[in-house]
Nanobody, 116 residues
Framework: QVQLVESGGGLVQPGGSLRLSCVAS????????MGWFRRTPGDQQPELIA????????SYRDSVKGRFTMSRDNAKKTVSLQMDSLKPEDTGVYLC?????????WGQGTQVTVSS
């Protein structure tokens, strides 16, 4: 059974940091390019904010470039997102999924709230 489980979210003040993790099961993880998405109220589709290739080459949406760092550990079937210098506009539910081909079943996501 394919499953994605995100964790690590929380409430943080502006300028703070969080580290998100996503553990995959039921897939040959190393074969998948992965992305972190953010969903906010009113979005029809989650917004793609960071990606990582099978060769661990990351890329980022301009709004998070220089503040977020995505990585992967194929042995642990995990992608991570280190989020620094957080801003209120980073608030949302963060989810991971593949970025090539059909989406895997979505997990529940993890809520990130940036507020003073």
């Amino acid at each position: 059974q394919v499953q994605l489980v995100e964790s690590g979210g929380g409430l943080v003040q502006p300028g703070g940091s969080l580290r998100l993790s996503c553990v995959a099961s039921g897939i040959i993880f190393r074969d998948y390019a992965m992305g972190w998405f953010r969903r906010t109220p009113g979005d029809q589709q989650p917004e793609l904010i960071a990606t990582i290739t099978r060769k661990s080459e990351p890329s980022y949406r301009d709004s998070v470039k220089g503040r977020f760092t995505m990585s992967r550990d194929n042995a642990k079937k995990t992608v991570s997102l280190q989020m620094d210098s957080l801003k209120p506009e980073d608030t949302g539910v963060y989810l991971c999924n593949t970025i090539l081909g059909e989406y895997l079943p979505w997990g529940q996501g993890t809520q990130v709230t940036v507020s003073s």
